[in-house]
């Protein structure tokens, strides 16, 4: 049974700092893994998906790596701004390319101004 | 392009009565999922329509929920009747069925809260 977990609950920072969110999975035979973005009251945005056979992905100040072999993930924030404040999620996709998405509890990040 | 689109965003009932939530997925796909965030918790998979059919709903809590996807668009999680501990952000997300990309993309939630 897969299960996602992420590392710190919470973490508040310095505008400014490079910063890691967290994210192990137990299970390493997945289809993808996914990083969300929730803010308040908001659905979740995409911000980067690695596909199993890749082992990172960029995408502006984000970038995201997933190594299978130890079951673990994480997404790197440069240069924090406060407007990255908000839930960040780690979420993996099961082999079966339709099958659902297992998610951790998240990450909830405060970039101090 | 239209998103993901569900309704209400907030529900309020008390405990006894029914809701239906309403999720509207992206024109053209043919997946759609329901999942749920209680207090506390992580959002766990409720279950998956392809078109109108359920490919899996191993999921859903219990038999007082009850999804449909009619005609194979819209869908309704109707909860009857809610109990104290079905409170949560119930998403819902939808998907188009390629073989390169499956990124499924998620609505803004419902907010259900039962009182």
């Known amino acids: 049974k897969q299960e996602v977990t992420q590392i710190p609950a919470a973490l508040s920072v310095p505008e400014g700092e490079n910063l890691v969110l967290n994210c192990s999975f137990t299970?390493?035979?997945?289809?993808?893994l996914q990083w969300f973005r929730q803010d308040p009251g908001k659905g979740l945005t995409s911000l980067l998906l690695?596909?199993?056979?890749?082992r990172e992905q960029t995408s502006g100040r984000l970038n995201a790596s997933l190594d299978k072999s130890s079951g673990r993930s994480t997404l790197y924030i440069a240069a924090s701004q406060p407007g990255d404040s908000a839930t960040y999620l780690c979420?993996?996709?099961?082999?079966?390319?339709?099958?659902?998405?297992?998610f951790g509890k998240g990450t909830r990040l405060h970039i101090l101004p | 392009e239209a998103g993901v689109t569900q309704f209400p965003s907030h529900s309020v009932i008390e405990k006894g009565q029914t809701v239906t939530l309403r999720c509207d997925p992206i024109?053209?796909?043919?997946?759609l999922y329901w999942y749920r965030r209680v207090m506390g918790k992580e959002i766990k998979f409720l279950l998956h329509f392809v078109k109108e059919s359920k490919q899996d709903e191993s999921g859903m809590p219990n038999n007082r929920f009850l999804a449909e996807r009619t005609g194979g668009t819209y869908s309704t999680l109707k909860v009857q009747p809610a109990e104290l501990e079905d409170s949560g952000v119930y998403f819902c997300a939808s998907s188009q069925d390629l073989v390169a990309k499956n990124i499924q993309y998620f609505g803004a939630g419902t907010r259900l809260s039962v009182l």
């Open positions: 979420a993996a996709k099961r082999v079966n390319r339709d099958d659902k998405i297992i």
């Open positions: 690695i596909q199993s056979s890749q």
């Open positions: 299970d390493s035979a997945i289809y993808n």
């Open positions: 024109s053209g796909h043919d997946n």
